[in-house]
Structure formats: C-alpha cells, structure tokens
C-alpha cells in the first residue's frame, strides 16, 4: 500500500469557544433534543462543531510535544497512541508533521 509523505495543507489554527457559548452548550446539553427549536439545534451543532476542531488542533500540538521526533523513551509513542483517538501510523505522521498542520 503506498504512503503518501507528503505534508498535508496547512490550515488556520481553529478557534475556542468562548466562556459564554461554553456556557449556552452546557444548557443544550442539559436539554432534550425533543425540547429545543430547530434554531436551537443548529446552534448547538455550531458550537460542537467549533470546540470540535478546537479540540483536533489541541490533540495535534499536545503529540507533537510529547513526541519532538528524536531521544523519547522506548514505548511512549504506544502510550501516546492509546491515549487519543487516533491510530499509531496517524500519530506518527503528526509527529512527522505530515498531518494535521495548522499556521500558528
């Protein structure tokens, strides 16, 4: 199967919720689904989708310092992999800086 060692695109560095839509998707949370507006499911889905990305972009720069690429301990990189969600080859291409590259 061939790899593709190209680096992914660059893309903007997500943004983070604010304390006040933290706040908004506690209550969504908090409510049924059967219970809000179509206006309040959208919103909902807006903000999961920011904190989302937000959370993508964290799990990225997080395995990258755990993995600088050179003198890390034996067996971290398998540590890493259990603790996000992703596979072992997609963490080792973070690490590469081959994925999930974000312009700071």
Do not use: F
Request: aromatic share 6%; proline share 8%; charged share 35%.
């Amino acid at each position: 199967m061939p790899t593709n060692i190209t680096p992914s695109k660059p893309q903007p560095k997500p943004r983070r919720l604010t304390a006040d839509e933290w706040e908004r998707l506690a209550r969504y949370e908090d409510t049924p689904d059967s219970a809000k507006s179509e206006a309040e499911l959208l919103e909902e889905l807006r903000l999961r989708t920011v904190a989302d990305a937000w959370n993508r972009y964290r799990i990225a720069q997080n395995i990258r310092t755990l993995l600088p690429g050179t003198d890390v301990r034996r067996g971290l990189i398998t540590d890493v992999t259990d603790a996000s969600p992703y596979k072992r080859e997609y963490v080792a291409r973070i690490r590469d800086g081959l994925a999930a590259n974000y312009l700071d």
